[in-house]
């Protein structure tokens, strides 16, 4: 069983609680006690938990007709070229036109051969995402499968991702109509670097985002997400910039955020490195949420993702039911093109290795692509992996190597702010055997305490 020391700076004494990881139990060492749970009992002490499968290419996951999400890939043909895109590889392989909407169509007429509808057949607990590319380059195509999907489920969840570029007038009237959720990605003060020309500094494309944004907020249907790189890392400036060019309230932005994933060589140059570039970035980090939380901060993503981690420490979750952190790996997940090809997720091609099979076939779809984050060398061994949850589960060899740090790096930020909410105390310090799977590896330095509380006290001074 996998257990770790951690060091916490409380009230001017370190105290160490121990972690096991393997049924989230956390105790002080030197009492026996264990943490004070008190006030997340009443909300987590009824979880129940359920295994999941830990898939692998010679044990591969399937899928099922019970539904919770479907992720329709519709082409990856983009108006912009952000250097750590995940799809950057994958422009060539867009399909043709759907000449006569033939595709549409025919992926319409099948939809109820390999979708049961949800809770009462009518969609309830079901959410559809239309993805890109530019999935507003296939604006026609989402029109007519928003209005047809609508109409067959009408309580069905519909969204679309989008870079915002490409929103116009009209679309705000059908969204509104549908039910349609935006997902405008934006990276605020640090998308001119990544992406190019930000398009809430383009006075059209800002009205028109603007314009949107107006009329779908009051019915919650539309958010932001940031993608979180080395460079670009605070979203309390991000959402800042996002609220100032739309002049709007920040309280009034919800951010969700993704961690940047190198699928490529360009995106292991955006990864947070070891040494003092990764320790400055966390004690940042840290400070900024630990200060404001991620409540105050309107961060859905990030605050469901600590609320995951509080209801595994109070109900004493085990790791055998922890599944991959996109849940792509669960039999009720399904990215799908509109020619009906099963696909590994979202931002994969059916002409690559990343067709698993058919919708027309769905019992005889395997996920042989992908590893459950059990199976890696790494994962068991490292005491953020209710937090992290296995990165992206398709990588391997250095891109994989890469993604782990990242995502290491950041959930490390995560689990100090989440033992400050919790504790007060602050996290300064990791120990256990091998950590990370890294033979010899048994400590981790991450907060330091003095600076952290120096500019607590400055910003608590601001509010008096």
């Known amino acids: 069983m996998a257990h770790f020391a951690l060091t916490l700076k409380l009230d001017q004494k ?9 049924n989230s139990l956390m105790f002080w060492e030197d009492s026996g006690e264990l943490v004070d749970l008190s006030s997340l009992l009443q909300r987590y002490q009824k979880q129940i938990w359920h295994g999941v499968s830990a898939i692998s290419p010679s044990e591969p996951g399937v899928k099922s007709r019970d539904l919770e999400i479907i992720k329709i890939q519709l082409g990856f043909a983009c108006n912009m070229a952000c250097k750590y895109c995940s799809q950057n590889n994958l422009r060539a392989h867009t399909a043709g036109k759907d000449k006569n909407g033939e595709r549409v169509r025919s992926f319409l007429e099948k939809m109820p051969q390999w979708f049961s509808g949800g809770k009462g057949k009518d969609g309830e607990g079901v959410k559809v995402e239309f993805w890109g590319g530019e999935s507003l380059l296939y604006w026609q195509e989402i029109v007519v499968l928003a209005e047809k999907i609508r109409e067959r489920y009408p309580k069905i969840q519909l969204g679309v991702i989008t870079n915002g570029t490409l929103i116009k007038e009209e679309m705000v009237d059908f969204a509104l109509k549908q039910r349609l959720h935006f997902v405008i990605s934006h990276d605020g003060p640090g998308f001119q670097e990544a992406r190019g020309r930000d398009p809430l500094q383009q006075p059209v494309s800002r009205e028109n985002i603007r314009r949107l944004f107006l009329a779908l907020n009051p019915h919650g249907l539309v958010s932001f997400n940031a993608t979180i790189t080395s460079r670009n890392y605070s979203l309390r400036k991000i959402r800042a910039h996002i609220a100032q060019s739309l002049a709007v309230p920040e309280n009034e932005v919800l951010l969700t955020m993704d961690l940047m994933t190198p699928y490529d060589q360009t995106g292991m140059r955006y990864v947070i490195a070891d040494g003092e570039e990764g320790r400055h970035l966390q004690q940042e980090v840290f400070h900024e949420l630990a200060t404001l939380g991620p409540q105050d901060l309107h961060l859905g993503q ?22 991959q952190m996109c849940e792509m790996d669960l039999p009720s997940s399904l990215a799908v093109d509109l020619s009906g090809n099963v696909l590994t997720c979202q931002n994969t091609t059916a002409l690559g290795g990343h067709r698993i099979g058919q919708v027309d076939r769905l019992e005889e779809v395997r996920l042989t692509s992908s590893h459950h984050w059990s199976r890696r060398k790494e994962c068991p061994q490292c005491p953020v992996v209710h937090l992290c949850r296995g990165s992206c589960m398709f990588l391997e060899g250095d891109l994989w190597q890469s993604a782990c740090q990242q995502h290491f790096h950041w959930n490390a930020i995560l689990l100090a702010v989440a033992l400050y909410h919790l504790t007060g105390g602050i996290l300064t310090r990791i120990e256990g055997e091998n950590i990370r799977g890294k033979d010899g590896v048994r400590r981790i330095e991450l907060i330091q305490p003095e600076p952290f509380l120096q500019r607590l006290q400055e910003f608590q001074s601001t509010l008096r």
């Open 302 to 323: 990030l605050a469901k993702r600590l609320r995951q981690f509080f209801a595994s420490i109070a109900g004493s979750q085990p790791l055998s039911s922890v599944g």
């Open 14 to 22: 370190d105290r160490r609680l121990v972690y096991q990881t393997e």
